[in-house]
Every structure is written in C-alpha cells, then in structure tokens.
T-cell receptor, first 114, second 110 residues
Framework: NAGVTQTPKFQVLKTGQSMTLQCAQD?????MYWYRQDPGMGLRLIYYSASEGTTDKGEVPNGYNVSRLNKREFSLRLESAAPSQTSVYFC?????????????FGPGTRLTVT | GQSLEQPSEVTAVEGAIVQINCTYQ??????LSWYQQHDGGAPTFLSY????GLEETGRFSSFLSRSDSYGYLLLQELQMKDSASYFCAVSSGNTGKLIFGQGTTLQVKP
C-alpha cells in the first residue's frame, strides 16, 4: 500500500516550457487535490477533484490545468511555466464525506523555473 | 474571503507544554484540522474538530470554539522530534478542500 505517490520528485524548467506532474493513490479515495507551498508559507489549493469525473478551481488556479484520469490518478499541467510557479507541489487525497477528515499527502515535487 | 491567523514561531523546552492558537474567518465552516510538517517532508494529519470542545489524541489535543472562530493545538510532554511546522486548516463545504494558515514553526530545545 504505497498511499499517495508523485512523479517526478524534482524538476527544473526554463520559462515557457510545459510539463505534467503525476499523482496516484491506491487507497480508493474519492477526492484528490493539488496544493503548492512556497518557502515559509502554508499550502494553497490549486485545483481539486471531489469525485471521479469532476474538477474545480481552488485558490490559485491561474497557469494550471488538471485531469482526473480515473479514480486513482490526478495530474497537474503547467502549459507555459513562469518563475512565479517555482514551488513545492503536493498532491493529496481524501476518502470522502462521512469518513475521517484526514487528507493523505504525497512526498511532493520540487519545481524550479528559471 | 477566507483567512487564518497563527503565530509564526514558538519556542519551548523538552518536556514542556505548548499551545498554538489559530483564528479564522471563513464562510460555510465545516471544521478545523491540524497538520504537522517536518522540514522537506509532506504534511501529516494530527486532528480534526467539527464541534466545540477538546479532542485528545495521545500527547496532542485540539480545541475548537465555533462561536469565537478560534482553535488551538496543545502539545504536551514535548520531545525534540516535535520540532516542526504546524498548520491549522479550515474545511468549508463537503468537498474536503482545505484553506491553510501560514504555519507555526515550533522549536523544541533541550
């Protein structure tokens, strides 16, 4: 049982390049989330998927797109990276309403945009 | 809008008790969660309060007052390994999405 996995762990991009961050969970959770964390700051929600087939914007969605590929996988795409997107990206999952409110986080992707 | 406030840093000695406060402003409040994050690591869940009162889990307790929009995390019998950042987070609505505070860095000294 791996929990929440993310790839890659580290990435360096040049301004204007694109990339997709991958996230998968093996806990049969319904909801999945993408957060970013800038140095010394809390986590900010980028996008979330409350259930398979749905996605919605969070606090800071500009410059990102997401795909809930199936129940297990939720990817985050940067179409044209900017230095302001340098951050640590965390994916998380949650079983769903009525269950424990614990969200499980992946190990993070450390992204630098030069 | 939604906002949370917590102290940026707290220092305490091993074996002591420390309280980390969190005040929030939000619409559609469902509950208050606490997460721990060690340097370079992923956040891990500590506790959740939906109703007023105290929830105890081992050395950690969390309190909520919905009328005051206030909660705290209480850490007892502090250990060196408790040195970490602690985040309060509000959930609003039944989607599970969280709004995080900026975090409190706890330094435990010998």
């Amino acid at each position: 049982n791996a929990g929440v996995t993310q790839t890659p762990k580290f990435q360096v991009l040049k301004t204007g390049q694109s990339m997709t961050l991958q996230c998968a969970q093996d806990m049969n959770h319904n909801s999945m989330y993408w957060y970013r964390q800038d140095p010394g700051m809390g986590l900010r929600l980028i996008y979330y998927s409350a259930s398979e087939g749905t996605t919605d914007k969070g606090e800071v969605p500009n410059g990102y797109n997401v795909s809930r590929l199936n129940k297990r996988e939720f990817s985050l795409r940067l179409e044209s990276a900017a230095p302001s997107q340098t951050s640590v990206y965390f994916c998380a999952s949650w079983l769903g309403h009525g269950a424990s409110y614990e969200q499980y986080f992946g190990p993070g992707t450390r992204l630098t945009v030069t | 809008g939604q906002s949370l406030e917590q102290p940026s840093e707290v220092t305490a000695v091993e074996g002591a008790i420390v309280q980390i406060n969190c005040t929030y402003q939000t619409s559609g409040f469902y509950g208050l969660s606490w997460y721990q994050q060690h340097d370079g690591g992923a956040p891990t869940f500590l506790s959740y309060n939906a109703l007023d009162g105290l929830e105890e889990t081992g050395r950690f307790s969390s309190f909520l007052s919905r009328s005051d929009s206030y909660g705290y995390l209480l850490l007892q019998e502090l250990q060196m390994k408790d040195s970490a950042s602690y985040f309060c987070a509000v959930s609003s609505g039944n989607t599970g999405k969280l709004i995080f505070g900026q975090g409190t860095t706890l330094q435990v000294k010998p």
